[in-house]
């Protein structure tokens, strides 16, 4: 597998080996020593599937306590995901990157504990699969605006965002709670 640090070196690309043939294809999404190999020593705990249709966006999440390292796969379809650091003591606190993540790249990003995540649809629908090193408190999650000036994303939307009312009603970074 091939793995690429981002424009936040702790967030990575990972880019498997994948064989094909006639048949189809076949490769492995998760293997904990090569991955390991790579830096990336996760337990997961907990696996998330969702469905989604174009222009929906979700995010930015992130848990205070408990907080979740994701490693994010696209089953079908097409999204920009990001990951936004907001550990205050970062020198790269309020960065943002961004990925496309396919179906057919067969690529995952790996966003660490410590990071905001959030992704937008670009095709008709989209499935992501994403395992986390930690289950799902809601009492501590968070959100960050996805549109937060200050952050300034540049989501590829070709409409508007459909956006959840958790979403809709997160702070801005300035006003979140973050890590130290």
């Known amino acids: ?11 990575l690309l990972i880019e498997p080996k994948v064989f094909g043939d006639a048949r189809g294809f076949f490769f492995e999404s998760w293997n904990e020593r090569a991955f390991a190999a790579a830096g990336i020593a ?3 705990v907990q696996d998330n599937h969702s469905r989604s249709a ?5 995010g930015l999440h992130y848990q205070i306590q408990q907080p979740q390292g994701k490693l994010v796969r696209v089953l079908a379809g097409e999204i920009f995901d990001v990951v936004v650091d907001i550990r205050r003591n970062s020198p790269q606190f309020g960065q943002w990157t961004g990925v496309s993540l ?3 790249s067969h690529a995952s990003l790996w966003v660490p504990a410590g990071f905001a995540h959030g992704f937008c ?34 989501w590829p939307l070709t409409g508007a965002a459909v956006l959840s009312a958790k979403d809709l009603g997160a702070a801005r970074l300035r006003d979140a709670e973050v890590f130290a």
């Open 121 to 154: 649809v670009t095709s008709e629908f989209a499935e992501v699969l994403y395992k986390t090193t930690d289950f799902y408190a809601p009492e501590h999650e968070r959100s960050i605006l996805w549109n937060d000036p200050d952050i300034a994303i540049q």
């Open 1 to 11: 597998m091939k793995v690429t640090p981002t424009s936040l070196p702790e967030v």
């Open 42 to 44: 996760a337990n997961f």
């Open 54 to 58: 174009q222009n929906v966006l979700r």
């Open 102 to 104: 396919s179906a057919e």
